[in-house]
């Protein structure tokens, strides 16, 4: 399974981005999705999550400014991230929620939002 993370660049803050994950197959349509960013010197945090039937959650840092979604007829999920802060800069990734199921990390999207 290759996992695909696009869409990343610079924007002010305030601005918007959307996120693409591009993935392979069964391993897409049978997983819960996960959105993790990697920040300067930080570990990889989860910070939006979807279920195969899409459910939702979010951490606390991006609720309501962020949207997880998923279209599992594409095998892509999206990250629709609004009102960006630059301590949402960092390297976005695209995964598995559950261990089990985690592949190779991938290069990730570089997200940097400037003040």
């Known amino acids: 399974v290759q996992l695909q993370a696009s869409g990343g660049g610079l924007v002010q803050a305030g601005g918007s981005l959307r996120l693409s994950c591009a993935a392979s197959g069964t391993w897409f349509s049978t997983n819960a999705l996960g959105w993790y960013r990697q920040a300067p010197g930080k570990q990889r945090e989860l910070v939006a999550s979807i279920t195969r039937d899409g459910s939702t959650s979010y951490a606390d840092s991006v609720k309501d400014r962020f949207t997880i979604s998923r279209d599992n007829a594409k095998n892509t999920g999206y990250l629709q991230m609004n009102s960006l802060k630059p301590e949402d800069t960092a390297v976005y990734y695209c995964?598995?929620?559950?261990?089990?199921?985690?592949?190779?990390w991938g290069r990730g999207t570089q997200v940097t939002v400037s003040s």
């Open positions: 995964n598995a929620v559950a261990a089990y199921a985690l592949r190779a």
